[in-house]
């Protein structure tokens, strides 16, 4: 939007897309109407001799998305998470996208970490290795403290990386404006929206004190989970481009070969995987959501450890509370509960008929349920179940499409540690605690309780509002106002007096 390189950055998009014969196939699996073909074919053809032509060896899309650079390479890990806006084969495949480029040099990184802290890089560190890792953003060192000989693992941002990504998110919202305008009907995608969406999480990654502190919350968290660790954070080596956390030791969770040489039990590994996520996902409300085998570890004392997190997902608790609903409901096969908490909760329009919708909910549900347990996917049910709601008028809740995206990465692990895992038999435990600590006679008590709490915060001027609302009650009642309507803060006033006075009734009582 903002200069005349943008136009050359669109061409040059457009070609690599063609050259790589990723056009075709992006614009197919967002369904992308006949406007939108016809004008990036004409910005792709004439020109895809300029586009770069990318590894043969890779997948179309992925092909063009890494050879275009370090922003399409993560705009690529980001739309993984949307099967909603690039369907659920594009989806499936961006999330193998390699995220894996040459490594800036060590030199480079030293002085990154001298203009961050103001010293030398060797008064800090007694150690620092060459590069580990190399991603679109960052990459790793492996480094040891000088005051501690502690190891650790000393993240860098890329040199120029910010000034890139602005740049070529520009670009991004250009392509954005020239969908809308070309092809209105391509707005269902929204995709203004998911330019935007990218742009937060970026510039979330690229302050890494954001992702410390992501990693920071997640091990408080995670904390008394047996079995599972995160690496601790260095606060006072951390800044805007560089993050230090503990170094982690371990092996890779796509590392078969080597995880059976050491005698774990990799059926209880599954096993494991699966319940630490759905407790993250359940209990906390905050997940990873970039759960592939990379970034996991099996530690030497046995411990799943977790790494990267640039991509953590938030769900609040009546969200949660719904999703645990949803999930026991299909455990149980009580289709008609399922449709009416999607009624309950405002998913689905109330005009839709919630019959209808549980005998939709059924034919997602009993194929599934019949199958065996190597071929029962909690993933499939969810892409299934996103597919009935649609046709129901549910709108696109990026909370939820994120939790469904990190469902199949984790069952996808699961399955590779344990091909014969039982998905809802993992599941059905911890789901039934959930709803037992969450959804009843106490959490109704819990409920109250916090609703006394907030109300006890207003408790002096209870009294004030009361009166300033029966007065203005009164003065209404005598013609001059044209409205009989009350403020918002009236009857608030009234209602929270009445809400205290109950409650401190039912306290006694």
Same mark, same amino acid.
């Given at each position: 939007?903002?200069?005349? #390189? ?16 990723? =056009? ?111 991603? @679109? ?15 650790? $693992? ?17 670009? /991004?919202?250009? *392509? ?9 009907? $391509?707005?269902?995608?929204?995709? =203004?929206?998911?330019?935007? #969406? ?35 954070? #260095? ?12 170094? $982690? ?9 080597? *995880? ?26 905050? /997940? ?20 990267? /997190?640039?991509? =953590?997902?938030? *769900? ?28 309950? $909760? ?29 071929? *029962? ?29 990190? =469902? ?74 044209? @409205?009989?309507?009350? @403020? ?18 039912? #306290?006694?009582?």
């Amino acid at each position: 939007m903002r200069g005349p #390189h943008n136009f050359w950055r669109l061409i040059r998009t457009g070609a690599t897309f063609e050259r790589t014969g990723a =056009m075709r196939v992006a614009l197919e699996a967002m369904d992308a109407p006949r406007p939108l073909r016809v004008a990036a074919r004409v910005l792709g053809w004439p020109f895809q001799w300029l586009g770069l032509k990318g590894d043969p060896d890779m997948p179309p899309v992925t092909r063009a998305l890494t050879a275009l650079g370090p922003a399409y390479i993560k705009f690529g890990q980001i739309l993984s998470t949307r099967p909603d806006v690039v369907g659920k084969d594009l989806a499936l495949q961006l999330q193998v996208l390699q995220d894996k480029l040459p490594p800036f040099s060590v030199a480079e990184a030293k002085r990154s970490i001298q203009r961050e802290f103001e010293q030398p890089v060797d008064t800090l560190f007694s150690e620092f290795s060459e590069p580990v890792a190399a991603a @679109s953003i960052a990459q790793v060192h492996s480094a040891r403290i000088a005051s501690t000989e502690e190891r650790v $693992a000393v993240k860098v941002l890329r040199p120029g990386i910010e000034k890139a990504f602005r740049k070529d998110i520009d670009a /991004f919202y250009l *392509i954005a404006r020239l969908v809308e305008l070309l092809a209105p009907s $391509a707005r269902r995608l929204r995709p =203004m929206d998911v330019i935007a #969406h990218f742009e937060g999480v970026v510039n979330g990654e690229l302050d890494l004190r954001m992702e410390a502190s992501a990693a920071g919350e997640f091990a408080a968290n995670t904390s008394e989970d047996t079995g599972f660790s995160v690496p601790p954070v #260095h606060w006072e080596l951390c800044g805007r481009r560089v993050m230090t956390l503990g170094w $982690a030791d371990g092996i890779p969770l796509n590392e078969l070969g080597a *995880i059976r040489d050491t005698g774990c039990d990799m059926d209880a590994l599954g096993r494991r995987v699966l319940e630490l996520f759905l407790n993250h996902a359940l209990r906390d409300g905050y /997940f990873h959501a970039d759960m592939h085998q990379g970034n996991l570890k099996l530690g030497p004392s046995g411990d799943i450890v977790a790494l990267d /997190f640039g991509i =953590m997902g938030r *769900i609040d608790e009546y969200t949660r509370r719904v999703y645990a609903e949803i999930l026991m409901g299909f455990i149980r096969k009580d289709y008609r509960r399922v449709a009416e908490v999607h009624f309950e $909760a405002g998913y689905v329009p109330a005009d839709q008929d919630v019959d209808a919708f549980a005998q939709a909910l059924r034919s997602v549900g009993e194929p599934i349920f019949g199958m065996d347990a190597s071929r *029962i996917s909690m993933a499939r049910l969810l892409a299934y179940l996103f597919e009935v709601t649609e046709r129901f008028g549910m709108e696109t809740r990026t909370e939820l499409i994120l939790l469904q995206r990190t =469902m199949v990465v984790v069952e996808g692990v699961a399955r590779s540690l344990n091909p014969h895992i039982n998905i809802w038999e993992v599941a059905q435990p911890i789901v039934s605690q959930y709803i037992a600590a969450n959804i009843g006679p106490k959490a109704l008590l819990r409920d109250l309780t916090a609703t006394v709490r907030v109300l006890g915060k207003f408790g002096p001027k209870l009294p004030q509002l009361a009166e300033a609302a029966l007065v203005r009650q009164a003065a209404l009642d005598n013609p001059p106002p044209q @409205s009989s309507t009350w @403020s918002k803060w009236q009857w608030f006033a009234l209602g929270a007096t009445s809400a205290l006075a109950v409650s401190i009734g039912l #306290h006694l009582l």
